[in-house]
Nanobody
């Protein structure tokens, strides 16, 4: 069993900053990649940023320069530093991870989601 537990969401004023964290726990043999998606009101879920074990990052073009993804491999944790927040960044932010676990057939990779954390940018 694998769990992704997010923290760090909340209410922030426009121009402010927040840092989200997501820790993977349970029967984790290894993590291929971790990242963040978000879903705003009435919108589809979209990629925010992702990072591989080797540190290769991928960002939504519209968020480059304001958001930074990082990870602590030893702690199986991914972070999202969000700066210069705008009202349009208001959304539920979901942690996502590609995780290797042991199965009856050997080592296999599965995709997992966190429960989501609300980020609200408003004055």
């Amino acid at each position: 069993q694998v769990q992704l537990v997010e923290s760090g969401g909340g209410l922030v004023q426009p121009g402010g900053s927040l840092r989200l964290s997501c820790a993977a726990s349970g029967s984790v043999l290894g993590i291929v990649a971790m990242g963040w998606y978000r879903q705003g009101p009435g919108k589809q879920r979209e990629l925010v940023a992702a990072i591989t074990t080797g540190g290769i990052t991928n960002y939504a073009d519209s968020l480059k320069g304001r958001f930074t993804v990082s990870r602590d491999n030893a702690r199986n944790t991914v972070y999202l530093q969000m700066n210069s927040l705008k009202p349009e960044d208001t959304a539920v932010y979901y942690c996502n991870a590609e995780i290797s676990i042991a199965t009856a057939w050997g080592r296999s990779d599965y995709n997992y989601w966190g429960q989501g954390t609300q980020v609200t940018v408003s004055s």
